[in-house]
C-alpha cells in the first residue's frame, strides 16, 4: 500500500528549485484571492453600486484591455530590467486597483481602478513567467508551467468556492467589500513574497552585436513564431474560452442542465486538470511537440463536437453525465495545450528576447479571453450549433498547421542541437 502511495507521490515531483516553489506557492494565494471576487464583479456594480449591467461589463473588459496594452510594453522592460522589480510592481498596483473596487460610488471610478488594476496584472503575470524560465533550467521549463497552471485553477477554484459561500451566507454590500480587500491582500502579500524570498536573476542585455537584432521588430522576423502564435490563438479560443464561456449559456439555454449541473461540470474539468497536470509532463515529453500540439487539437475537436448529442438528450441526469465527460476530454487537451506551448516559447526566444517572446505567449491568451466570448456570444445568437462543429474544425485546421511545421521548431526530443538560443539560467 505504501509502495503504491509512494508510486503515486512521485509523480508529483516536479524537481524544481526551492525559489521557483515559494514563487508559485505565492502565486496560488494571489490566484485564491482573484477567484474570491471573479464570479461577482458584474454582480456587485449591477446590484450593490447600481451600474448597469452594459456599464459593468464594460468596467471588466477595461481590466483585461489595459492588461493586454501593458503586456507588450512589459516585454520590452523585462528584456533590460529585473522581472523581480516589475511582479513586484505590478503586484502592488493590483493591490491598489481591487482594494479601490471595494469603494467605488461612480462609474468613473470603477474605470480608474480598472486601468490600475489591469496594468498591474499585465505587468506581473509576463513578468511572473518570465521570472520563471529565468529560474529553472531548459528541462525544468515543462514541470515549471505545468506548476503555474496547477496554482491558478487550483487558486481560482478555491477562492471561487469559499467566495460563493460567504455571499450565499451574507449577500450585502459589506461582504462584497471585505472579499475586494481580502483580493487586495493577496496580491500585496504575494508582492512581499517575491520581495524576501525569490531571487533576481540577471535579464540578458542585447548588443550592438546580436545578429538577429532587437526589440519586437526582431520577434516580427521570427514567422516561425508568429505562426506558431497564430495557430494557438485558435486553440485558445475553440479549446479553452469556448468552453469556459461559451458552454454555460449553451447549456443552460438548450439542453437540461441548469446551474448547478453546469457548476458540477466546472468542478471535474478544474479539478481533473489540477491531479493530472503535472504528472503529465513525462507523458507528454516523450511526444514530440507537433504531435503533442496534433493530439491537443483532435481532443478539442472531439470535446467541442461531443456537445452537440446533449442538446437532443431530455434526462438531465444523462446530458450532465455526457458534459462531465466533454469537461474531462477538454482537460485531457488543455494540459497538453499548455505543457507544450509555454516551454516552446521560451525555447524559441533569443536570450536578449525573453521578455518580448513571453509577453506574446501571455497576450495569445489574455487576447483570447476577448476574441472568444465575442465570437461565441454572437453565433449564440445567431447559429449556436456552428460553435462547436465549426470551433471543431478550426481546432484540426491550427492542428494541422502546427503538424506541418515538423523540424522548424525546437524538439528535447531531437538530438541535434536546435541552433536556437534558450533562455539562461538563474545566476
Known amino acids: 500500500m505504501m509502495r503504491r502511495v509512494s508510486q503515486v507521490l512521485s509523480g508529483w515531483r516536479t524537481g524544481l528549485p526551492r525559489p521557483v516553489l515559494i ?27 447600481g451600474f448597469s449591467t452594459s456599464t459593468a461589463g464594460l468596467v471588466l473588459a477595461t481590466t483585461m484591455g489595459t492588461s493586454a496594452i501593458v503586456t507588450p510594453a512589459t516585454g520590452a522592460l523585462l528584456d533590460r530590467y529585473p522581472a523581480k522589480a ?30 490600475v488594476s489591469g496594468a498591474g496584472l499585465g505587468a506581473a503575470g509576463t ?44 449577500p450585502q454590500l459589506s461582504t462584497f467589500q471585505l472579499l475586494y480587500f481580502f483580493d487586495a491582500v493577496t496580491y500585496a502579500g504575494f508582492a512581499l513574497i517575491v520581495l524576501a524570498a525569490v531571487p533576481s536573476p540577471r535579464a540578458e542585455i542585447a548588443t550592438a552585436t546580436d545578429a538577429n537584432g532587437t526589440g519586437f521588430r526582431a520577434v516580427a522576423r521570427d514567422r516561425i513564431f508568429l505562426i506558431v502564435i497564430a495557430a494557438n490563438i485558435v486553440l485558445v479560443v475553440v479549446g479553452h474560452t469556448f468552453f469556459s464561456n461559451i458552454l454555460p449559456p449553451f447549456a443552460k439555454a438548450h439542453t437540461p442542465v441548469g446551474p448547478a449541473e453546469i457548476g458540477i461540470i ?20 516523450r511526444m514530440r ?18 456537445v452537440l448529442p446533449a442538446t437532443i438528450i431530455h434526462s438531465k441526469l444523462a446530458a450532465t453525465s455526457l458534459l462531465v465527460g466533454v469537461a474531462i476530454v477538454f482537460a485531457l487537451g488543455e494540459i497538453a495545450h499548455t505543457l507544450v506551448l509555454g516551454p516552446l516559447v521560451a525555447d524559441m526566444a533569443p536570450a536578449h528576447l525573453l521578455g518580448r517572446y513571453l509577453s506574446l505567449y501571455t497576450l495569445t491568451f489574455t487576447g483570447s479571453l476577448a476574441l472568444g466570448p465575442a465570437i461565441g456570444g454572437l453565433l ?48
Open 380 to 427: 449564440l445568437q445567431t447559429s449556436p450549433n456552428v460553435i462547436w462543429w465549426g470551433g471543431a474544425f478550426a481546432a484540426l485546421m491550427a492542428g494541422a498547421v502546427l503538424l506541418r511545421l515538423g523540424g522548424r521548431i525546437p524538439d528535447p526530443l531531437d538530438e541535434a542541437p536546435s541552433g536556437l538560443t534558450s533562455a539562461p539560467e538563474a545566476a
Open 266 to 285: 466546472f468542478l471535474v474539468n478544474t479539478a481533473f486538470v489540477v491531479i493530472a497536470q503535472i504528472p503529465a509532463v513525462r507523458a507528454v515529453g
Open 86 to 115: 516589475l511582479v513586484v510592481a505590478g503586484s502592488l498596483a493590483s493591490a491598489l486597483g481591487y482594494a479601490g473596487f471595494a469603494f467605488v460610488d461612480r462609474p468613473w471610478q470603477g474605470f480608474a481602478y480598472s486601468v
Open 23 to 49: 514563487l508559485q506557492a505565492g502565486d496560488a494565494l494571489n490566484y485564491f484571492g482573484y477567484g474570491l471576487v471573479l464570479p461577482f464583479e458584474i454582480i456587485y456594480l449591477h446590484q450593490a453600486r
Open 127 to 170: 513578468a511572473s513567467r518570465t521570472l520563471v524560465v529565468r529560474l529553472v533550467t531548459k528541462e525544468q521549463r515543462a514541470a515549471a508551467f505545468a506548476l503555474n497552471r496547477v496554482t491558478g485553477n487550483f487558486g481560482i477554484g478555491a477562492g471561487a468556492t469559499v467566495g460563493g459561500f460567504i455571499v450565499a451566507a451574507a
Open 289 to 306: 511537440r507537433t504531435h503533442a500540439f496534433a493530439a491537443a487539437s483532435a481532443l478539442f475537436a472531439v470535446a467541442l463536437l461531443a
